[in-house]
């Protein structure tokens, strides 16, 4: 279970008590739309319900990205140079124009690509897992799915795989004192992503010299309204892509394992039923809801379940809580590998809604047929240790011993 933890949320910090989802609950009973102030006249909107966050995934004119989707600095906030310029932090038209272009790269053949390097990448590094009898799972597992997917994306090699994903952790992890590579937590934020984005101009001017039919060149060769996409947007938009997909799924699997871990029902029944896996991955993502909220900026004063908005308020959007709201999901607190249907949020929805999901889904497909295939039993062999971090759920530890 869950211990006693701090969620904090920019310069605030929401303190949760015991399990968090005992709060969210609370929150989405009894104040679904909360103002979280900072003391100092400031502070956020918590929405907690899955129709309100449905309703404000679908109205990007009235609840913006421009200002950045992560209180408190990670990804970008404010309206800094990456705003309109990359993914996440842009609005329509430009949002739409720059998806078109980064969609080219999202094909089933795409998937194809990083399924097989996942399969092979999870292959090894899970024969080596068995034979030690267990391990780290969080560090030496979970990560073989990123490395997969940069390998079929970017076509990086070995070296520059572990350097991107080191700098991608620690960028994400920039809060988490273990994951800190500068002197602080915002000198690892900047410096980081300082690095990435010289690694990618690095990478830009190879493809220049030498396309391949990697993301990078693939972007090098788009035109937005007849003009080659800039620098600067492909650099953005590079960071955007390394960054979703590395600190994302080896999040999810760990947590997945953790969750197989404590309902050994569960996970007895996804040993013996090969059709559940359909499902099974679907109710990971629900569970884990590793991205636990997105943020938006109101545009416009606005009014949700009877509380108005003001223009210019933060609003941040609780997929960890909507992926539990019983009015949605039935038995939302039972972790049930056959749940059908399963609409979660895990992925957002609406314009943002994950442009990695399909690889996303096919890489925890992989590693999870392949845990179950061979019949493996895990148990606890230490303390989970979570990552500091104010939107990611993430375990950076997680000590196991493995059986067949
Ligand atoms: C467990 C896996 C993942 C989860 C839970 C997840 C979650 C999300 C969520 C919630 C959003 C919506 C953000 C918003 O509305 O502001 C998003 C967007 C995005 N994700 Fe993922 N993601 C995952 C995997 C990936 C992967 C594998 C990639 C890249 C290969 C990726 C790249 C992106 C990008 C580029 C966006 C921005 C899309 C846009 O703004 O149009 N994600 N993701």
């Known amino acids: 279970m869950v211990k006693t933890r701090t969620i904090d949320l920019g310069d605030t910090e929401l303190f949760v008590s015991g399990d968090p989802h005992a709060t969210w609950a609370r929150l989405r009973r009894e104040r679904p739309v909360y103002w979280n102030g900072t003391g100092d006249g400031d502070g956020f909107w918590a929405l907690t319900r899955y129709r309100d966050l449905a309703r404000v995934y679908r109205d990007p004119a009235t609840f913006s990205s421009e200002q950045g989707t992560v209180m408190g600095g990670s990804y970008r906030s404010g309206a800094d140079s990456a705003s309109g310029q990359m993914l996440i932090c842009s609005d329509p038209p430009e949002h739409r124009l720059l998806r078109q ?11 194809r690509r990083v399924s097989h390097r996942v399969a092979e990448n999870v292959r090894e590094a899970v024969d080596r897992f068995v034979a030690a009898g267990g391990g780290d799972f969080a560090t030496e597992v979970a990560p073989m799915l990123p490395a997969g997917l940069l390998r079929a994306v970017f076509d990086l ?134 991205n636990a909220y997105v943020r938006r900026t109101a545009t416009r004063d606005v009014e ?8 210019g308020q933060s609003v941040t959007l609780w997929n960890a809580s909507a992926n539990r709201d019983e009015e949605q999901f039935p038995d939302a607190d039972r972790f049930d590998l056959a749940r059908s249907p399963n609409q979660h949020l895990a992925f957002g929805i609406g314009a943002h809604k994950c442009i990695g999901m399909n690889p996303a889904r096919a890489e925890i497909t992989i590693l999870f047929e392949q845990l179950r295939s061979r019949g493996l039993r895990f148990a606890l062999a230490g303390p989970v240790e979570r990552l500091r971090s104010n939107f990611m759920l993430g375990i950076k530890h997680l000590p196991v011993t493995v059986t067949r």
């Open 157 to 290: 090699d070995h070296d520059q795989i572990r350097h991107l994903l080191g700098l991608t952790r620690a960028m994400i992890g920039h809060r988490d004192p273990e994951l800190q590579t500068g002197r602080d937590e915002s000198m690892t934020l900047v410096g980081t992503q300082v690095e990435i984005l010289d690694l990618f101009a690095e990478l830009i001017e190879q493809r220049r010299r030498r396309p391949g039919d990697d993301l990078v060149s693939l972007l090098l060769r788009s035109e937005i309204n007849g003009r080659p996409m800039t620098e600067s947007q492909i650099l953005y938009n590079c960071l955007n892509v390394a960054v979703g997909g590395d600190e994302t799924t080896p999040y999810t699997a760990t947590a997945g394992v953790l969750a197989l871990i404590e309902h050994p029902e569960q996970a007895e029944r996804f040993r013996r039923d090969a059709d559940l896996l359909p499902t099974a991955v679907e109710e990971i993502f629900r569970w884990t809801s590793t």
């Open 101 to 111: 272009q980064l969609h080219q790269g999202f094909t089933q053949e795409m998937v």
């Open 304 to 311: 949700i379940g009877g509380t108005l908005i003001s223009r």
